[in-house]
């Protein structure tokens, strides 16, 4: 069993930046492929950037490119969301997840169905 909690949400303003936080249990963490999620109100949960299991491959949607960076701490069993150049539409609760098996995850890395463990999420709300 996996258990992520994520950090670091709140309030900015447009332009601001904000620094997300996911910690996780298990003794494996360094295997895990990992991915930020962010589902807006009344939209779907969508995709915001993954990074593979050594760090070594890092995929960004094309709405988030240049102004978001992944990175995780395998030590801290932590991954991060670094998010600058914050905008309104960034508004959403932010989740991450875990592929605990990611033999296909370079693939399918944008794909809900790729990850088996979910956090509870972070509000990140942006005003204009």
């Known amino acids: 069993q996996v258990q992520l909690v994520e950090s670091g949400g709140g309030l900015v303003q447009a332009g601001g930046s904000l620094r997300l936080s996911c910690a996780a249990s298990?003794?494996?963490?360094?295997?895990?492929?990992m991915g930020w999620f962010r589902q807006a109100p009344g939209k779907e949960r969508e995709f915001v950037a993954g990074i593979s299991w050594s760090g070594g491959g890092t995929y960004f949607a094309d709405s988030v490119k240049g102004r978001f960076t992944i990175s995780r701490d395998n030590a801290k069993n932590t991954v991060y969301l670094q998010m600058n150049s914050l905008k309104p539409e960034d508004t959403a609760v932010y989740y991450c997840?875990?592929?605990?098996?990611?033999?296909?995850?370079?693939?399918?890395?944008?794909?809900?169905?790729?990850?088996?463990?979910w956090g509870q999420g972070t509000q990140v709300t942006v005003s204009s």
């Open positions: 997840a875990a592929d605990t098996l990611p033999q296909r995850w370079e693939t399918y890395y944008y794909s809900l169905r790729a990850y088996d463990y």
């Open positions: 298990g003794q494996t963490f360094t295997t895990y492929a």
